[in-house]
């Protein structure tokens, strides 16, 4: 399998050109079934919270550095000490950590 670009469906897909440009770089097109909203949407509901929490909340940006470094503080809080109600007020990082170690468990009684 070669490249393959992939798109939700967005005005450029509408262009007989850029398909054909897509074509003649050996490149394939994919987007995603008409009106289903499952494709994306983890993605664009992450993307607006980083917007709402971090761009917007703390900008205007002086440079593309302290952007970049907000983004990796923001990534580290959501990943490692955010407590997330639904897996037992424990952050991500952990309770991945514990699901790994229930599988190692689990083989090992097996």
């Known amino acids: 399998m070669g490249l393959v670009h992939h798109s ?4 450029q897909y509408l ?21 289903d909203s499952y494709d994306n949407a983890l ?19 002086r440079s593309f550095e302290a952007v970049e470094y907000a983004t990796l503080e923001w990534v580290d809080w959501f990943n490692n000490r ?19 170690a229930a599988l190692k468990n689990e083989d090992m009684a097996a």
């Open 8 to 11: 939700d469906r967005g005005s």
């Open 82 to 100: 955010r407590l997330l109600e639904p897996i037992g007020n424990i952050p991500p990082a952990e309770a991945e950590v514990n699901f790994y």
């Open 43 to 61: 993605a664009e509901t992450i993307n607006g919270r980083f917007k709402a929490e971090v761009i917007h909340r703390r900008g205007p940006w």
């Open 15 to 35: 262009s007989i050109r850029y398909t054909e440009r897509l074509g003649e770089a050996g490149i394939e097109s994919s987007v995603g079934s008409v009106g």
